[in-house]
């Protein structure tokens, strides 16, 4: 099993920026892709961004069309943590937001197809307003 907690959610004024971690413990060389989620109230869960380790120090990233450009994904295997930096945030920005980890064979699959990531954490709540 794989146990993964997010933090960093806050409330931030449109244009700020913030940094959501995700640590993972357990059986985390299990999983290989780790990918971040979100949430609004009354719409589905979408992808944000993910990162596949490839090994050899490799890490492949993708981004949603909503945030590329001003998010960054990246991962620490010493910490285990996986981070999510946005920056500009606009309104429509405001989510739970969630990581969850899978693991695939190839890293063209590590992408956001929700039903085949096996481990959820409880998610952090990001508010943009003014």
């Known amino acids: 099993q794989v146990q993964l907690v997010e933090s960093g959610g806050d409330s931030v004024q449109p244009g700020g920026s913030l940094t959501l971690s995700c640590v993972l413990s357990g059986d985390v060389k299990s999983t290989n892709c780790v990918g971040w989620f979100r949430q609004a109230p009354g719409k589905e869960r979408e992808g944000v961004a993910t990162v596949f380790s490839g090994g050899y120090g490799i890490f492949n990233n993708y981004y949603a069309a909503s945030v590329r450009g001003r998010s960054t994904i990246s991962q620490d295997v010493f910490k285990n943590t996986v981070t999510l930096s946005m920056n500009n945030l606009k309104l429509e920005d405001t989510a739970m937001y969630y990581c969850?980890?899978?693991?695939?064979?190839?890293?063209?699959?590590?992408?956001?197809?929700?039903?085949?990531?096996?481990?959820w954490g409880q998610g952090t709540q990001v508010t943009v307003s003014s």
């Open positions: 969850a980890a899978t693991v695939y064979s190839d890293e063209w699959k590590c992408r956001f197809r929700i039903d085949e990531y096996r481990h």
